[in-house]
């Protein structure tokens, strides 16, 4: 078997990739994950297999189906703003041009995704859209398009690296059942397997072709953790209201911590048990204990609410909570790093992701948001801030940035892993620095350019 692009991971990324590179009906594509092509009965995520220790508070997990966590997104997009990309490789105009050009195929109003109404010098409604994507595999067709070929449950496990050249001829994958294909690539190998994923595959490729010593021990980490806090009148704040497919949050330039928040539902402990559920494997037993928390959760989460209504703490109909996300830096203090642990019948290493969550300075927030809020946020006391209430792990970012002038095995502006003329790689990892607002349509620009690229 050949194929022009072979493609790991379904996700954001390769999704959007395989999309536009399949315009070009004389070019062949390979698909590979480790998910399914069909969809379960019920919808839920699964333990990501490539984790093996995780900081407790981190709940990074998979769909286990083609699209990633596309699957389970709730197609909430932003385009990052200029002042979140300034330290990037690559110009907010390259960036924004994409954008608009993949906006326009998909008939989505680019102004929705980056309108600003400045409130002042340190804070502005940032609008974000409602889309109506769902799975972008799904919503692509990639499957009954005659130039992609899709391999299910299976991933990369070996490869052939000509020297001479400096590119990968050969790739071997494997399934679940340990059936072993060789794939030809006739031009370029795409990781595009997740912000996590995408490191078992570069260690992979780098120990292969450099050796271990070229391949970092350390890697940073950052996320969005995000947090529902105190009480709000919803009535008060209509801007933060959704309405119709859009809906701002207010992005604040914070003294301590840049962040965005808008309204939500009132804070009755739901994060407690979105995090328990992630911690199942698989099985069947899962499946019973989580059929268990569900029943007890509903129960938990209805009759406390009803609790809050007779008690007179919140009314029925108009009373919210704050939810807020915030930007982290990257450093050393949260980590991931490969374990002696392997998945993938032994082929892969596992992850040890060690999240710290630095909480943010309770004084300074409260200021800001009573400034931004005109002082109608209520009941928000500091052990809110606690790291047992923050829910985090969706966006892992910023593991391998791309640079300008990347040495050998790091990423260039091109997406392409210096030194493996045909090895490219894209997902949140290679961001410099991750910014407030979600990144996943920021992510299908950079694909969209990349596919200009290759």
Same mark, same amino acid.
């Given at each position: ?164 050249? +400096? @590119? ?7 399934? /679940? &059942? =340990? #059936? ?6 006739? $031009? ?85 048990? +979105? @995090? ?7 099985? /069947? &037993? =899962? #499946? ?6 569900? $029943? ?106 791309? $640079? ?51």
């Amino acid at each position: 078997m050949n194929f022009d692009y072979v493609i790991i991971g379904s996700g954001a990324a390769g999704s959007t990739l395989a999309h536009e590179l399949s315009k070009n009906n004389k070019i062949t594509i390979a698909i590979i994950d480790i998910g399914k092509t069909r969809k379960p009965k019920k919808k839920r995520q699964f333990k990501s297999p490539f984790l093996n220790q995780c900081t407790p508070s981190y709940t990074h997990s998979v769909s286990g189906v083609f699209g990633g966590n596309t699957e389970l997104w709730s197609s909430k997009i932003y385009l990052l703003t200029k002042e979140e990309i300034s330290s990037w490789p690559i110009s907010y105009q390259d960036l924004l041009e994409n954008s608009k050009d993949l906006a326009h195929e998909l008939d989505i109003n680019h102004n929705e995704l980056c309108f600003h109404e400045y409130i002042d010098e340190k804070a502005f409604y940032h609008r974000a859209k409602r889309s109506t994507l769902g799975n972008l595999f799904d919503y692509f067709h990639l499957s009954q398009k005659e130039n992609i070929t899709c391999f299910e449950e299976s991933t990369l496990v070996d490869l052939e690296y000509n020297n001479n050249s +400096r @590119r990968i001829n050969y790739i071997y994958i494997q399934d /679940k &059942l =340990s #059936y072993q294909k060789k794939i030809k690539v006739n $031009k370029s190998l795409i990781f595009c397997a997740g912000g996590l994923g995408n490191l078992s595959l570069y260690k992979k490729a780098i120990e292969e072709i450099f050796g271990s010593k070229e391949l970092p021990k350390v890697f940073p980490i950052v996320d969005h953790p995000h947090i529902t806090i105190g009480r709000i009148n919803n009535k008060l704040m209509p801007k933060l209201n959704r309405f119709k497919d859009v809906e701002d949050c207010i992005f604040v330039q914070g003294k301590s911590n840049n962040y965005a928040f808008q309204t939500t539902a009132p804070y009755l402990g739901d994060k407690f048990f +979105r @995090r328990l559920e992630k911690r199942f494997a698989d099985t /069947k &037993l =899962s #499946y019973i204990l989580l059929f268990i928390i569900s $029943k007890f959760e509903k129960f938990f989460l209805r009759y406390k609410r009803i609790f809050l209504i007779l008690t007179g703490q919140i009314d029925r109909y108009n009373t919210g909570s704050i939810e807020v996300w915030f930007e982290e830096i990257v450093n050393y203090k949260s980590t991931v790093l490969f374990s002696d642990k392997t998945w993938f019948n032994g082929k892969l290493s596992k992850l040890n992701v060690q999240y710290n969550y630095e909480r943010p300075n309770y004084k300074i927030l409260k200021n800001e948001l009573n400034k931004y809020t005109n002082s109608n946020l209520y009941r928000f006391k500091k052990n809110q801030l606690d790291e047992r209430n923050i829910y985090s792990g969706l966006k892992p970012s910023c593991s391998t940035p791309m $640079k300008l002038n990347p040495l050998k095995g790091e990423v260039s502006s091109d997406c392409n892993i210096s030194g493996i003329k045909n090895l490219f790689m894209i997902g949140t990892n290679i961001y410099p620095t991750i910014g407030v607002t979600n990144p996943t349509w920021t992510l299908m620009a950079l694909s969209k350019r990349l596919s200009k690229i290759l």
